[in-house]
């Protein structure tokens, strides 16, 4: 039996990087998972690859921005698997071509990162949460970031949305605490995932020695692991944390303690 057998997940950006460790984790411990993302070939790999767990993982193509999607994808879910337990608010980008000052940033990217990394997590919340009052509860993990709390040049848009996700968190926490409803996050610092890399590559810096350097800013050696986020998201979403609501994580090697990651 695993701690997830008979609930349903949805992890937004789950196809890839963190969400794709977030996914098949909850279908290790038996979870109905729906992973909804906009890279179809990586929602099939996932698929794929989850089909020997013992739970399930089910791509659905989604542009999570969008309000009609997002509730879309909530009643969908509810259709076919008789219930939503767990909502993953995982997606988010880093544009390569955003990497600039702040006067300098186009609103239009301004408009998608902020619509991406923070409006999802509201509308996808606005629409999972009937769904859990109605059902007696249910947890939702936001994947925000130590760029939230700390941050560096050439962010402004991530940083804001990363900011807004961890206020939201807080908010949302006291909002529906008495429905039942447990509202926390996760702040990752430096893990090995496809965004890296693009950050590296638009950097010219993807080398064996950058990625060294970047290891030594973590004060355990080390850039973490999709694996090491999804474990403790499994913590967070599970009756063992009963008591935790409001409250975010970091997961990033001690680069917080530390008191600068960048």
């Known amino acids: 039996m695993g701690r997830y057998d008979g ?17 098949v984790a909850f279908a290790e411990e038996g979870a109905t998972v729906v992973c909804a993302d906009v890279d179809e070939a990586a929602g099939a790999q996932i698929e794929a690859d989850a089909a020997f767990l013992s739970g399930s993982v089910r791509f659905v193509s989604a542009d999570v921005s969008e309000d009609a999607v997002c509730e879309g994808l909530i ?12 909502l993953c608010n ?10 600039m000052p702040a006067h300098e940033l186009p609103v239009e990217l301004w408009d998608r990162i902020i619509d991406v990394n923070l409006k999802s997590t509201f509308l996808m919340c606005r629409h999972a949460i009937p769904v859990m009052k109605d059902q007696g509860g249910g947890v ?17 848009a991530y940083a804001a949305s990363k ?7 807080r908010q949302l926490a006291l909002e529906y605490a008495r429905d ?26 993807n080398t064996p020695e950058a990625r060294e350097g970047m290891a030594e800013v973590h004060p355990v050696g080390r850039i973490g692991q999709p694996s090491d986020i999804a474990k403790v998201v499994l913590f967070l979403a599970s ?6 609501t409001g409250e975010y994580v970091c997961v990033d090697g001690g680069v917080m303690a530390k008191g600068a990651w960048a």
């Open 75 to 86: 009643v969908q879910a509810v259709s076919d698997h008789g219930g939503l337990h767990v």
């Open 7 to 23: 609930r349903v997940a949805i992890v937004t950006g789950g196809a890839k990087g963190i969400g794709r460790g977030v996914c």
């Open 90 to 99: 995982n997606v988010g980008i880093q544009p390569t071509n955003s990497y």
């Open 239 to 244: 009756d063992d944390a009963s008591f935790m």
């Open 163 to 169: 900011g807004g996700q961890l206020s939201l968190t």
């Open 140 to 156: 939702i993990v936001n994947t925000a970031s130590v760029q939230g709390l700390q941050s560096a040049p050439g962010v402004s």
């Open 180 to 205: 039942n409803i447990r509202v926390l996050a996760v702040n990752p610092g430096t893990i090995d995932t496809p965004l890296v890399d693009e950050a590296l590559e638009a950097l010219g810096a």
